[in-house]
């Protein structure tokens, strides 16, 4: 199967980490993008302090979000941030929604719509997640979220839970 192709498409991409030092895993996450082929860096949000979805009994979580131009296709880039989740020392255990050193998503892809067994994009709870949506927001304040609508008004439905934009 073709890793890349003549196209290229901007993909937003979501970052989580709460263990391990999380701000210094966010960065050196977004060097390791800024590295791969066929990947470029558009914009980076501020960091965000999340507070944790899931179980409570797990550390803060620190979110942003990144836009890239890239020529991989979706599964090529999704097999790329999971290499790096792997090598920021990213376990994945049977726990559901449990602590991680490094969570990369695909938020969107272009305006592709995909559900295929790993990958769903636009990516789940993009629309109601505070710590995707509104680091999202933040780079992209135009944006139409295909199947859901505009950001803006995604936002304006969005409790913020919590979540503090880092200074
Ligand atoms: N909670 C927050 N605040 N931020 C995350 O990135 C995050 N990621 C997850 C779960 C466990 C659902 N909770 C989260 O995967």
């Given at each position: 199967?073709?890793?890349?192709?003549?196209?290229?498409?901007?993909?937003?991409?979501?970052?989580?980490?709460?263990?391990?030092?999380?701000v210094a895993q966010i960065k050196s996450a977004r060097a390791a993008i800024a590295l791969l082929e066929g990947v470029s860096e558009l914009t980076?949000?501020?960091?965000?302090?999340?507070?944790?979805?899931?179980?409570?009994?797990?550390?803060?979580?620190i979110n942003a979000a990144l836009s890239v131009e890239t020529y991989l296709t979706p599964i090529a880039l999704l097999r790329s941030l999971q290499a790096?989740?792997?090598?920021?020392?990213?376990?994945?255990?049977?726990?559901?929604?449990?602590?991680?050193?490094?969570?990369?998503?695909?938020?969107?892809?272009?305006?592709?719509?995909?559900?295929?067994?790993?990958?769903?994009?636009?990516?789940?709870?993009?629309?109601?997640?505070?710590?995707?949506?509104?680091?999202?927001f933040e780079i992209a304040p135009q944006l139409i979220i295909p199947g859901k609508g505009i950001i803006a008004d995604l936002v304006a439905k969005c409790p913020l839970d919590g979540l503090k934009q880092m200074v």
């Open positions: 199967m073709k890793d890349s192709s003549d196209v290229l498409v901007t993909a937003y991409i979501g970052l989580g980490s709460n263990l391990d030092n999380p980076f949000s501020s960091l965000y302090h999340s507070l944790p979805m899931g179980p409570q009994d797990q550390p803060d979580y790096i989740e792997t090598i920021q020392g990213r376990v994945r255990k049977d726990e559901r929604w449990g602590a991680r050193t490094l969570d990369l998503d695909i938020l969107l892809y272009g305006d592709e719509e995909i559900d295929v067994p790993d990958l769903m994009v636009p990516h789940t709870g993009i629309s109601e997640r505070s710590f995707v949506l509104y680091p999202l």
